[in-house]
């Protein structure tokens, strides 16, 4: 049986032949470009053991110094970036609900304030947090300044995510929701919000991404996170290309685990729904057959009379 694609031409031999030289060709100077640029590390010592093993050789006496250092640092990230999680969360989601139910003459408000957050690079909320909240009598830890940087970035992407779940949703959940007697407070917590949450799951998920990665700009006020304490490391080992690539892993590592832990959670999601549907349609099945059945119960005792 042939099948045809509707989004674009199946290729032919000759097409086919031609993709395969080309992919090819390409391979090849992949390779020759990572032969290059591993013969120019190997003439500058970049493979040299004493470069590696105080990072990956547990045997090496400056080991336990560094991975305390790296352990240390990488706790103090991820305390960041979970704390900026909570509050962009729970601020994102007041923001999208004050912007959705907000009557018109404070709406400009609320979305001007969220535009405007928008427009500012991540990096200036950091370092204005930094610098404006002390003069004002707000003496805080570091980590603070830079939890109050990205909550005030993230938060608004946040809104805009959440209040774009809302707007995808069918006006018929609304106008069901307020059939039944809710009020706009009750509607927007039992039925509107969860939707949108689990409709927006992927993009909520990338932007937490987003938010751990950030964390790295709290070197510009003298956080102790993973990547300040790598330029400590690397000057003091003089290896930048092995510390950096540590932690470039490490970042990697962290960031696939939160997104598996989103596909796990959408795919639980998803089964709850279906074993939601499967209970109601059971259930419907069940009250018609017991209607049906006292039916013809009903009709076989007219018959008789």
């Given at each position: 049986?042939?099948?045809?694609?509707?989004l674009?031409?199946?290729?032919?031999?000759?097409a086919?032949?031609?993709?395969?030289?080309?992919?090819?060709i390409?391979?090849?100077?992949?390779?020759?470009?990572?032969a290059l640029?591993?013969?120019?590390?190997?003439?500058?010592?970049?493979?040299a053991?004493e470069?590696?093993a105080?990072?990956?050789?547990?045997t090496?006496?400056q080991?336990?110094?560094?991975w305390?250092?790296?352990?240390?640092?990488?706790?103090?990230t991820?305390?960041a970036?979970a704390l900026?999680?909570?509050f962009?969360?729970v601020i994102?989601t007041?923001?999208?609900v004050t912007?959705v139910?907000?009557?018109?003459?404070?709406?400009?408000?609320v979305?001007?304030?969220?535009?405007?957050?928008?427009?500012?690079?991540?990096?200036?909320?950091?370092?204005?947090?930094?610098?404006?909240l002390?003069?004002?009598?707000?003496?805080?830890?570091?980590?603070w300044?830079?939890?109050?940087?990205l909550?005030?970035?993230?938060?608004?992407?946040?809104?805009?995510?959440?209040r774009?779940?809302?707007?995808?949703?069918p006006?018929?959940?609304?106008?069901a929701?307020d059939?039944?007697?809710?009020?706009?407070?009750?509607v927007?917590?039992?039925v509107l919000?969860?939707?949108?949450?689990?409709?927006?799951l992927?993009?909520?998920?990338?932007q937490l991404?987003v938010?751990?990665?950030?964390?790295?700009?709290?070197f510009?006020?003298?956080?102790?996170?993973?990547?300040?304490?790598?330029?400590?490391?690397?000057?003091?080992?003089?290896?930048?290309i092995?510390?950096y690539?540590?932690?470039?892993?490490?970042?990697?590592?962290v960031?696939y685990?939160l997104?598996r832990?989103?596909?796990?959670?959408?795919?639980?999601?998803s089964?709850?729904?279906?074993?939601?549907?499967?209970?109601?349609?059971e259930?419907?099945m069940?009250?018609a057959?017991a209607?049906?059945?006292?039916?013809?119960?009903?009709?076989?005792?007219?018959?008789?009379?």
């Amino acid at each position: 049986m042939s099948t045809t694609s509707v989004l674009y031409d199946v290729p032919g031999p000759r097409a086919k032949r031609r993709v395969l030289v080309l992919s090819v060709i390409a391979g090849l100077a992949v390779l020759a470009a990572l032969a290059l640029v591993g013969m120019r590390l190997n003439d500058q010592d970049q493979f040299a053991p004493e470069k590696w093993a105080p990072l990956f050789d547990p045997t090496d006496e400056q080991f336990p110094l560094v991975w305390e250092r790296i352990g240390t640092a990488l706790g103090a990230t991820l305390t960041a970036a979970a704390l900026a999680m909570v509050f962009s969360l729970v601020i994102g989601t007041l923001l999208a609900v004050t912007r959705v139910t907000a009557a018109r003459w404070y709406r400009w408000a609320v979305v001007g304030l969220i535009e405007f957050l928008r427009g500012v690079p991540v990096v200036i909320a950091i370092f204005f947090a930094a610098r404006v909240l002390p003069t004002l009598g707000a003496d805080m830890d570091p980590l603070w300044y830079l939890v109050i940087g990205l909550t005030l970035y993230n938060s608004v992407v946040i809104a805009e995510i959440v209040r774009a779940g809302i707007n995808s949703l069918p006006r018929g959940q609304k106008e069901a929701a307020d059939s039944l007697g809710l009020t706009r407070g009750q509607v927007l917590r039992l039925v509107l919000l969860p939707q949108a949450f689990r409709a927006m799951l992927p993009a909520l998920i990338s932007q937490l991404v987003v938010v751990l990665k950030d964390t790295s700009l709290g070197f510009i006020i003298s956080y102790e996170e993973l990547v300040r304490v790598a330029g400590q490391i690397k000057e003091v080992l003089s290896n930048p290309i092995q510390t950096y690539l540590l932690i470039a892993i490490i970042f990697i590592v962290v960031n696939y685990a939160l997104s598996r832990l989103a596909v796990y959670t959408e795919r639980r999601l998803s089964q709850g729904k279906k074993t939601a549907r499967n209970d109601d349609g059971e259930a419907a099945m069940l009250t018609a057959t017991a209607v049906g059945g006292a039916g013809t119960g009903a009709g076989a005792a007219g018959g008789g009379g």
